[in-house]
Each structure stands twice: as structure tokens, then as C-alpha cells.
């Protein structure tokens, strides 16, 4: 049924009947949302149509910060067996992320979905750059399905090469400046044995550079795929164009230009609703980002509703002295241990040989020791040497002059950054 319920009609159809199930279960379930809906109006029986979820409050990540752990979840599951993911993630302020098994199987099994329609087959063998690194093989993979490695993304660019060129991957997925940088050193010997089919990326902004510097090296197409902690995959690159297919039958997306729907060409911000994750509702829950509405159908023909550009927000990239470029948004796999008692993080690239951490600690909260120092160790060695780092546990982290928070700063100038990517 995912994706593949042949009309625009359909697609529509099924979505409204979920989005009227979820907003019933979550108005008797969910105190944090049965609140909002009374505060603004708005009861489960007034939603008739898609339209009809304009009534309903935008959700931010400071109105969750705020509410009780307890009133965000529904009160019919139990709250000790729901998986928890920590995410400050692309914002610098931390919220955690429920699920049940269940839940949390689907979405990612609906992703791996996404990845079949961009062409990937049950017997390709797979390769992950990502901040876990190396991980056992799940059932699937002990029995010849979807095998799969996984690879430390800091790695230098060669360990990376030469593992990929023992494993021959038919599908590579990973974050756009790593992959930018391992292509760059890509030799013809090394094409020899590196193959892949095509390349998925995701958690990053793709920018042109980006997929010129990824297709050259690789000699394979490169589809990105818009995606988030809090419902996994939202929306996938086209095969035949530019334009992101939205996964409708998983998540409703708006595109709000000033509290209203953004027309087609039109930008604005996103706005999700989960549609399977009930245990800890997010109904249009905005992400912090930017996209462009597409048009009503692809060229391709896929039923599904479009993004045109997805913009995302922009951060500095840091330069490093052993002349590496990469975003530190990786860096923050070490803080986000730390998530549930945080406010916020900055981290600041004062120069290419120091960075700076700023945790500022919900009120009262006290991070401990052993959490920092692992966080201190973990860091420092993806920084590598020649790099001085200092962790500052501080009251606040100032906004820009603009009011716009940025989790990753460099005070680096453009023209090095150019000059240290020459």
C-alpha cells in the first residue's frame, strides 16, 4: 500500500482518514494536545478534509520543551517500553523523540521503501558512512538480504576507500560533505572496486557542489533523501528530475508562508504530521526549515505531493588544520548523550586550530562528569590533533542580531575556507 496507491485522489483519501483517527486519539490521550486544541478551538469532529488541518496550532520544539514528558505521550501506552532518541540535532536546542517498537519499525521500513523506489534491490549490498561506525549485521543481513557495512564517517578519506573497496557496495548512503571529500581522493584503481549503483544522502543540505564533486568521483547518480530524528524519511529525490516526492502515505507536509500555505514556486516553512507515530504525537510540528512548494504532480507522474528546493538552514562548515572541511552538525553525535539535560549547544569554530562547545543545562541540572569527559574524548578525536578544544558549561547562548539561534558558527572567513579547499 506505501506508496504506491495510484492516485493523488487515493493518496489524499488515505490521509485524511488517518490524520481524523490520529487527531481523535490524540485529543482523548494526549494532555499537551488536548490543551492547544481547546486554547485554539478546535475539536477532532471539525476535521472533514486535508484543509481542515489549518485549524489546528502549529507545534514548535520550544512548546514541547517546555510541557511535562507526561503529557506528551498517550496515556493508553506505557511510557517505560517507548524507544527514546535524543535530538538537538540541526536546531542546538534538544527535545527527546518516542516511539514504540512498532512505530519506530515502520518508519523505517517505509524508508527502506523510499530506497526501493529509487532503485534499490532486497540482494544489493549496502554501505553506510555514518557517527555509529562499524555495527554487527542485522537478521537480514545474516541471511543474504540487504547486506550491509557500516563505516565511521571521520575516518580519513582513505580508510574510508579502502573499506568500501573490500565490501564493493552496490549502494553507498552517507552525509554530502563526506562523501564530497572521500570522491576527491578517488583514484581510477580505486573505481576498480567501488561501483556503486547509485548514492543516497540525507541529514545534510545537498548543495550543487555537493552532487557534482559526489557523481564525478563515484561515476553514479546520487538521490537525496529529506529526512529527520522525529519520522525518519520525509521526502526523496525524483529519478527523472530535481523535484522531492513527499512520502504522503507517512507524513503530511505543509509549506507555511506566514501561517498560510505557501503556492506552488512559493517558499516557506515545514511543518510535519506524523502519521504513525501515535505513542507521542507530533501534529504540524515545524522542523526549522525551508523548502519550496512544488508543483501538484511531478513530471514523472508520481501521485505523490512535491517539494521543489528543500533549503534546510545553512551553517558554517569548519576548515581544520590537517586541512579537512566537513559540517559540525557530525560533531554533535557526541552531545546528544547529553540531550535530555540540556536547554541548548553551540558549538564555534574560533579558529582552525580551536573550538569552542557551549552547554547551557535546563535550570537546576547539573551534567556530570563522566559525561562530559567522554563527550571532551569523543570530539577531540574526530577534530584530530592541532586542535585545541574547551567545553563551557554556561547561563545562556545569545541569538544573532537577526533572532535566528545558529548551533554551528565558524569565525573563519570565506576566502580561507576557499583556499583550504583548493
Known sequence: MFESLGSARLQRSYQTSRLRALLRHTYETVPFYRQRFERAGFHPDQFHTLEDLQRVPITRKSDLRVAAAED??????????????????STGAPIEVRFTRFEDRLLRILRLRANMRLGLRLWDRRSTL????SALPGKLGRLGILPSQSIQA????????????????DVIRGYPSILASVAGQMTDLDRLDIRPRFITTDSENLTGLAKTQIE??????????YDCFECNAIAYRCTHSETYHVMDTSVVVEVLN????????????????????WAAPLIRYTLGDIAERGAPQCLCGAPNSNLDKIYGRTYDRFLLPDGRIFHPKLLA??????????????????????VVVKLQPLRGVEIPIEKLEAMR??????LGEGVTLLIKIVDDIPSESNGKFRPYLSRLNHDELVEGHR
Not at 555514518?130 to 561506525?133: K, L, Q, R, T, V
Not at 571521520?154 to 557496495?169: D, S, T, V
Not at 514556486?265 to 507515530?277: N, P
Not at 574524548?377 to 574526530?382: L, N, T, V
Open 72 to 89: 506528551t505521550i498517550a496515556h493508553d501506552c506505557d511510557p517505560d517500553r517507548l524507544l527514546r532518541y535524543g535530538t538537538g540535532g
Open 130 to 133: 555514518s557517527m555509529i561506525g
Open 154 to 169: 571521520l575516518l580519513p578519506p582513505r580508510q574510508i576507500l579502502k573499506a568500501l573497496r573490500q565490501f564493493k557496495p
Open 216 to 225: 564525478a568521483g563515484f561515476r553514479a547518480p546520487v538521490f537525496d533523501i
Open 258 to 277: 506566514q501561517g498560510r500555505p505557501a503556492l506552488p514556486e512559493q517558499c516557506g516553512e515545514v511543518a510535519i504530521t506524523s502519521l504513525h507515530s
Open 333 to 354: 553525535a557526541w552531545i546528544y548523550p547529553t540531550c535530555s539535560l540540556l536547554r541548548a549547544y553551540q558549538i564555534l569554530q574560533e579558529s582552525t586550530d580551536s
Open 377 to 382: 574524548k569523543g570530539i577531540a578525536r574526530d
